[in-house]
C-alpha cells in the first residue's frame, strides 16, 4: 500500500468541507481586504475548497453578513489554532487568499481569476487551487500547484508532476543542496510546500532547512 503524505492544511479543508455539511457554518476570527482598500474585520465563514476561491463570506464586528465575490477582493485571511508537535501546544496560524488568474477554473464554466490559497509565502510563494474534477455537485476535487519568486526570476506559474524538476530544480538553483534533492524521495510534487518553505528558511539555518 502506498503511503500518502497529505499536508495539513488538505487534511484540514477536507475535515472542515465535512463538518459543514454536517453541522453549523464553521468560522475562524480574520479579515477581507477589497479591491478598494477596505479592511473589513470579523468571522471568515469556511465554505468549501473551491467556494473559498470563488467568494468570501464574513461576519464582520457589526454582526452583518457580507459576501464578496474574488473580483471585488484583493485578498483575505483567517487564523486557525494548529497544534505543534514540537513546541506541545497550540499555535496560530494565519491561512491566506489571494487573488491571482489561473490556467484552470475552480468549478466547470467558472471564472479563472479567483482567490487562490497561499500556504508559502517569502521569496518563494506556493500557491495551491483546488478544482472540481467532474461535474457532479460535491464530486472529487483535484489540486494544482502554482509557484512564484518575489525576485521576479520566476512569475506565476503553474507546476505539474511532468514539470516539477525543471521547474522547481531552477527556481532553487541558489541553493544547490536543495536543488539537487528535488525528484529524489521526500522532495517529489506533492512536496512542493516543504521545498519552498526550505528555500525560504536558506539563509538561516541550511541544515535544519532540509530537514523531513
Sequence with gaps: MKTRN?????????SIVTLTATAKKVTYPGQ????????????????????????????GTNKKNRTLRAKDVQSYSFEIQKYNKHLKKHITQTIEYVKKTVEDAPIRFGTKNILVLRPVNGDMNVYRQYIEKDSKIGGSLGQIFYVEKTDGSLGFTKVTKRNYRKIMKEATASFPALSKKIGT???????????????NQRHTNRNDALAN
Excluded: C, W
Design 6 to 14: 497529505y499536508t495539513f492544511l488538505t487534511i484540514i479543508f477536507f
Design 32 to 59: 477581507v481586504i477589497t479591491i478598494d482598500n477596505e479592511v473589513i474585520k470579523g468571522d471568515v465563514y469556511i465554505l468549501s475548497p473551491t467556494l473559498n476561491e470563488l467568494k468570501v463570506k464574513i461576519k
Design 185 to 199: 524521495r521526500g522532495f517529489g510534487y506533492k512536496h512542493i510546500v516543504k521545498m519552498a518553505k526550505a528555500y
